[in-house]
């Protein structure tokens, strides 16, 4: 397949343009330090997104949207109490906002102003829209628009939400790259059309062995990151 000529890129935030392990962790450690000192932070923010993940894949199918921001507040309770950590509910509000503050992987703003140059970029993530925005603005993050599953009603890999983006952008599935460190998420994609990238996030939980960093004869791009991406695409 000729990858040289999609119209548009489609990208996952949280784990694919954004460490949010590292950043939570550093948040999680600067709240919650001082009640807990030698505590494993890094597996905290394991259990954290293990949770999110929990709780948005049992969302009933027609059931109200809840926003993202509510399932990573509503998850952090159970952790603290699993660890005696007793704050306020102001501070716990601060930490769960931490999400929208992700900072980008060191190769991503430079990777994504060259491919900017030739592509349409947008975002495509089951984070809310209001935390793309926010982490976009935070990291200056150089995309052309911004789509989120909450403008679908559903999560990723629903293939509604990859539909709405290809629908506002005007432009066929084959037209579009999904680019994502998630497997699931650039299958899923691949099997409405689209073109995949798989990039590889080996710290994405920290520790190389809990990620699935393995390229795949099965995307149309495999790359270690986003100047990687840009250097198969004749960026």
Known sequence: MDVSSPKALLFDVQGT???????IRRAAEAALG?????????AFVNEWRAAYFAAT???????????????????LDPLLEARAISIGAP????????????DPWPDTVAGLRRLRERFTLATL????????????????????????AEMAGVFKPDPRTYRLAAR???????????????????????ELGFRT????????YGDPELGDAEFSDEFDINAVD??????????
């Not at 894949?57 to 998850?75: K, L, M, N």
Request: hydrophobic content about 40%.
């Open 168 to 190: 506002y952008l005007g432009l066929e599935p084959a037209e579009i790259m999904m680019v994502a460190s998630h497997k699931y998420d650039i299958r899923a994609a691949g």
């Open 17 to 23: 343009a954004t460490d949010f392990h590292s950043t």
């Open 125 to 148: 993530s089951n984070a809310d829209v209001s935390a793309v925005v926010e982490i976009s603005r935070h990291g200056e993050l150089p995309w052309h628009a911004v789509f989120a």
């Open 57 to 75: 894949s049992q969302r009933p199918e027609h059931g109200p949207w809840v926003s993202v921001a509510s399932v990573y507040r509503q998850t």
């Open 91 to 102: 501070e716990r509000d601060e930490l769960a906002r931490a999400w929208a503050r992700l």
């Open 34 to 42: 001082g009640e807990r000192p030698g505590e494993d932070w890094g």
């Open 197 to 204: 990238a798989f990039i590889t996030r080996p710290l994405e």
């Open 226 to 235: 986003f100047l990687d991406l840009a250097d198969q695409l004749g960026c």
